[in-house]
């Protein structure tokens, strides 16, 4: 069969048509992206998971937009890794029968969370956190999504959150084939960010600001900014502040507003400067520093919006290129607040502070591992569990106070483990951690094997670099010659 | 996957603006070897500028002999002619490289062409548009009018020193990218493209590594690379041999 032919028979969804060795089964959907199919591979060729086929929505009377779209679909997803993007299978071009063959995410998509919107608090941060996680790994492979929204989400039975429809993405080490088409580079009305409006693609924290509308629509059960028509309408976000949370819904605690206002400002300086932060905020609820943003009970008055349009409408702020994403590292310092004597200390206080020399929003995270009582404990840190907690605690803020760390940037945790280093390594993922401080074994240790240590095994776990520090002076290890 | 290429599937490396420069040829032909290249095309300007024009031209013959495209760029046709519309530098260059090179070596220059086309690309030193004008592709509107020459999806070009990628976005437009060195860029062959691999052999962008492109014609990739090499080494050779101090400092300094 001729491309075009076959390519008609696809999208009409001819059950049985054989694209590229796989065989169309159900039309899942029909929409301005293209035409998604369940489909069966040839024999012997089965990857071991369930399969769509992606074809975009071309020929006469279709848009334009869909076909470079899924150019640039086919350039990026490929090139994406990671258990937050369906695997691709099979890919073909323009040239023959455009299409995709990728992974059936099996799961909930979000849509379907959302018609029940407003959800509980609970389930608003998990899912939150779980599309940061997302967007971290897509951001960290340089890529920017800039259409999310729930449509283009799916949550996996273990929660992870699965980003689909790449459509719109900007990679930063290929050409932006959308760099060009300003009409229809800007995803979604309700979602979509005030720099995206003005053209500029590329920057990570536009997915913050969509992630922000998105939270916003799962814990108030509507849209920051409606579901506007036109582009005059959209632009509104370049100055407007929503209607606080709050003001729609009382009960909502002040701290998710402020993570929702913070992704929402239209300001790229005064927004999250990374999905790790946002993600670390949604699971430490307690950790964030609230702002007046967390205060606000109702929408700001008209003079004060009016300011903001003004502000807006300023040329030289237009023409201005909005400064990169500061940086914003999480640094995490295993302190042992069982010897609090240990002459490590000071070493690891040091080494953690010339990693947070460098301007930015650095954060930190200290972290005791204790071992479970009677394993090796002494009885003079309290007899009750609660007070051994709130003991080494105290310790642990006493070991940060030198660091002279805004509150709103670091974070204590105490946690108790037979496996110090699983453990640092569990808390350093889950926290998208990018450096690791830590104590080298002891001297008294030196006779262990050092791939018994917890530095070792940090050392070796761990997806982040890893600083292992020995306090100045220490002797030499080196057996005697 | 991609449609089976029509064309044999060796990766092609582009080696633009070599100006006698032997020590970064020689570091780009080994990199481009250890990578798979089995073809190359050089983009122009194999002398001009650097202290062996004589080695450099030695191995292009070597590598024409073999198969390679080898068109001319607007300092091997100074060799042969006039030189006047260089500048100071670049034509007292010139004249020491004219005393460097053998009658054979001239023939060799003064006979290669000022484009050519294979099945895969076209090839040219400054612009398939207009090639004997030495166009420079400064920006989109060059890019294009290079393209709408070219009338096939590839075009290889140097001229410019600069690394660039330029695919066309429309009817009668074209976009500058700025590729990043290691990066496999898919180039789908239904768009056209104009590639431009930067200079072997003097670069100008601040980064002292030769500059050269493989090209993936069956998997339709393109990739940018920057490599080593001592150019310290060579900058030294070119002081020894009395060309411009202006050339020296450029070469020491990437700029």
């Known amino acids: 069969m001729a491309s075009e032919d076959l390519l008609e028979a696809a999208v009409a969804g001819r059950r049985g048509t054989v694209v590229d060795g796989f065989t169309l089964g159900e039309r899942l959907n029909a929409g301005g992206a293209g035409y998604v ?7 012997g060729a089965d990857p071991g998971f369930a399969l769509v086929m992606k074809l975009p929505a071309v020929g006469p009377g279709e848009p ?3 076909v470079v779209g899924f150019e640039m679909e086919l350039m990026v997803l490929p090139a994406l890794t990671g258990p937050h993007v369906p695997r691709i299978v099979a890919s073909g071009d323009l040239r023959g029968v455009p299409h995709l063959v990728m992974e059936f995410v099996e799961g909930q998509p979000l849509m379907e969370r959302v018609k029940a919107a407003p959800l509980a608090l609970a389930e608003v941060a998990r899912i939150g956190a779980a599309v940061a996680d997302a967007l971290q790994s897509v951001h960290a492979q340089q890529v920017v999504h800039h259409d999310l929204k729930p449509e283009n989400i799916i949550l996996r039975r273990d929660g992870t959150a699965v980003l689909i429809d790449f459509g719109f993405a900007h990679h930063a080490r290929y050409p932006d084939l959308l760099a060009e088409e300003r009409r229809f580079a800007a995803g979604s009305a309700p979602y979509v960010s005030p720099e995206q409006l003005r053209g500029l693609r590329g920057d990570p924290r536009s997915d913050l600001f969509s992630l922000g509308a998105l939270l916003y629509e799962l814990a108030v059960g509507e849209l920051p900014y409606g579901i506007p028509a036109t582009i005059a309408g959209m632009k509104d976000r370049l100055w407007r502040i929503p209607p606080p949370p709050r003001s729609v819904k009382p009960d909502l605690p002040p701290w998710l507003q402020e993570v929702i206002l913070r992704c929402l400002e239209a300001d790229l300086e005064s927004r999250y400067q ?11 609820p307690d950790q964030v520093a609230l702002t007046p943003r967390a205060q606000r009970l109702r929408a700001p008055g008209v003079l004060a919006q009016a300011r903001r349009w003004w502000r807006a409408r300023d040329p030289a702020r237009l023409a201005a290129l909005p400064p990169a994403p500061k940086p914003a590292r999480v640094i995490m310092v295993a302190v042992d607040t069982s010897h609090p004597d240990d002459a490590r200390h000071p070493a690891i206080r040091w080494y953690a502070r010339q990693a947070l020399s460098t301007t930015g929003e650095h954060r930190v995270m200290c972290v005791s591992v204790v071992r479970a009582p009677g394993l090796g404990e ?11 907690h709130l003991h080494h605690l105290a310790r642990l803020r006493h070991w940060a106070e030198p660091l002279g760390m805004p509150p709103e940037r670091l974070s204590l945790h105490v946690v108790q483990s037979a496996d110090p280093a699983a453990t640092l390594v569990e808390l350093a993922h889950r926290n998208h951690v990018d450096l690791v401080v830590l104590g080298a074994p002891a001297p008294g240790e030196k006779m262990l094997a050092w791939w018994r240590s917890v530095a070792s095994g940090v050392t ?8 292992v520090v020995r306090a100045p002076g220490e002797p030499d290890a080196r057996p005697a010659t | 996957m991609p449609c089976q290429s029509m064309h044999n599937g060796f990766v092609l490396a582009l080696l633009a603006d070599i100006h006698g420069n032997l020590e970064a040829l020689q570091a780009c032909l080994a990199h481009a070897r250890a990578a798979g290249a089995r073809r190359y095309a050089l983009l122009g300007d194999v002398v001009g500028y650097g202290a062996d024009p004589a080695g450099v031209v030695d191995v292009a013959m070597g590598l024409a002999a073999g198969g390679a495209v080898v068109v001319k760029g607007n300092h091997d046709a100074a060799v042969g002619g006039d030189a006047g519309y260089l500048n100071h530098a670049a034509s007292e260059a010139i004249a020491w490289t004219r005393t460097a090179l053998s009658d054979a070596h001239r023939g060799f220059l003064a006979a290669l062409p000022l484009e050519r086309r294979d099945a895969d690309a076209a090839y040219a030193h400054a612009s398939l548009h207009q090639p004997a004008r030495w166009e420079y592709i400064d920006g989109p509107a060059a890019a294009y009018r290079c393209m709408d020459a070219a009338a096939m999806p590839y075009a290889f070009c140097g001229h410019i020193h600069d690394p660039q990628l330029f695919f ?3 009817p009668g437009r074209a976009v ?3 590729p990043t060195p290691g990066t496999e860029i898919p180039v789908p062959r239904h ?4 590639a431009i691999p930067g200079s072997v052999g003097q670069p100008r962008d601040g980064d002292t590594r030769a500059a050269y492109a493989l090209v993936d014609f069956a998997r339709e990739r393109i990739t940018f690379h920057r490599v080593a090499y001592d150019h310290l080494g060579v900058a030294d050779k070119m002081e020894r041999v009395g060309l411009p101090a202006a050339l020296v400092h450029r070469m020491r300094r990437g700029v």
């Not at chain 1, 990374?274 to 430490?284: E, G, I, T």
Request: aromatic share 8%.
């Open chain 1, 460 to 467: 070796a776990g761990a997806s982040c670099s890893v600083l």
């Open chain 2, 191 to 194: 768009r056209r493209w104009v």
């Open chain 1, 64 to 66: 334009l937009e869909g």
């Open chain 2, 168 to 170: 066309e976005s429309g």
């Open chain 1, 37 to 43: 199919f369940r489909v069966t591979p040839a024999a």
């Open chain 1, 378 to 388: 002494g009885p003079a840190l309290g007899d009750t569990e609660s007070g051994r």
């Open chain 1, 274 to 284: 990374s999905a790790a932060l946002v993600a670390f905020d949604l699971r430490n």
């Open chain 2, 176 to 178: 500058a990218f700025r």
